[in-house]
């Protein structure tokens, strides 16, 4: 068996869809460069949309941290969830 068989057998147990990694799976990181030049153009030209938006992330993130009815340690845990994470890319897409 060459090195070339080894990957590409499919009854590796690491090639099951369970257990690709994140980023195979298509999990994007927020490695992004901020374009300033960019921004500086929705702050001039756009400002409403982009204080709608920064307002609707704020929000998002002071009702996930702030509920009252939760241990502090679960609102931690979901500011970690997928809707905190969706807001975040929304806005992080919006301002790149």
Same mark, same amino acid.
Request: no cysteine.
């Given at each position: 068996m060459t090195s070339n068989d080894w990957w590409n057998n499919s009854t590796q147990p690491f090639n099951t869809p369970?257990?690709? /990694?994140?980023?195979? /799976?298509?999990?994007?990181?927020?490695?992004?460069?901020?374009?300033v030049g960019f921004l500086w153009q929705l702050v001039w030209n756009d400002s409403s949309e982009l204080s709608?938006?920064?307002?609707?992330l704020l929000s998002e993130v002071a009702i996930t941290l702030g509920r009252?009815?939760?241990?502090?340690?679960?609102?931690?845990? /979901?500011?970690?969830s997928d809707?905190?994470?969706?807001?975040?890319?929304?806005y992080w897409n919006y301002i790149n």
């Open positions: 369970q257990a690709r /990694s994140l980023l195979s /799976s298509g999990w994007r990181s927020l490695n992004r460069q901020l374009d709608r938006k920064t307002a609707d009252k009815e939760y241990e502090w340690w679960a609102n931690l845990l /979901s500011f970690f809707n905190t994470r969706y807001k975040l890319d929304e």
